[in-house]
């Protein structure tokens, strides 16, 4: 079983950075993708950015150019830097991992339990 523990959250100003991690307990499967979600109120959660356990990544429109995801194999952690924040940025952020479970033939997902940013002046 895997655990996901997310960091770094908290309040900044307009053009403000913050950079969030997530750290994975357990062994990750050698194909999997560590990713980014962000769930504003009365939103749906929507996909932030994403990588591979190979380095693929994939990027929301509203934050390419202004988000990097990273991650380090080794530490099993997964981070998000946020550069130029903006008001819409503000939402709870949960670490996600995707992968597929063998023993059902299907892909599963686990969840952080979310850090909340707020972006405002």
């Known amino acids: 079983q895997v655990q996901l523990v997310e960091s770094g959250g908290g309040l900044v100003q307009p053009g403000g950075s913050l950079r969030l991690s997530c750290a994975a307990s357990g062994s990750l499967f050698s194909f999997n993708a560590l990713g980014w979600y962000r769930q504003a109120p009365k939103n749906e959660r929507e996909l932030v950015a994403t990588i591979t356990s190979f380095g693929g990544t994939n990027y929301a429109d509203s934050v390419k150019g202004r988000f990097t995801i990273s991650r380090d194999n080794a530490k099993n952690t997964v981070y998000l830097q946020m550069n130029s924040l903006k008001p819409e940025d503000t939402a709870v952020y949960y670490c996600?991992?995707?992968?597929?479970?063998?023993?059902?033939?299907?892909?599963?997902?686990?969840w952080g339990q979310g850090t909340q940013v707020i972006v405002s002046s």
């Open positions: 996600n991992y995707h992968f597929f479970q063998r023993i059902s033939s299907s892909w599963t997902d686990y």
